[in-house]
């Protein structure tokens, strides 16, 4: 059980990495171009808490795109096909 877990954790990364690149390398490309449309969104400014000794700062943001959502997907799919043996 724990395994899957973070088989599935690892395979949500890369598919968020690959799709990252893809969408990075067919911005320029017009008809690829659709791949590397999507959203923003988070903390665009981020949060300061200033206590005088220690000040963290917290911020988020995500950026989703097509080939993002697709190559998780697909990375998904795999990571099923792979534990059904």
Known sequence: MRTKVWLTVLLVCVGVVI???????TEGISWLS???????FGLTSPFVLDLKVISITFGFTLKLTVSVIIFVALSLLLGRLITRK
């Open 34 to 40: 659709w791949l590397s449309y999507g959203l923003d």
């Open 19 to 25: 799709g990252t690149l893809v969408s990075s390398a």
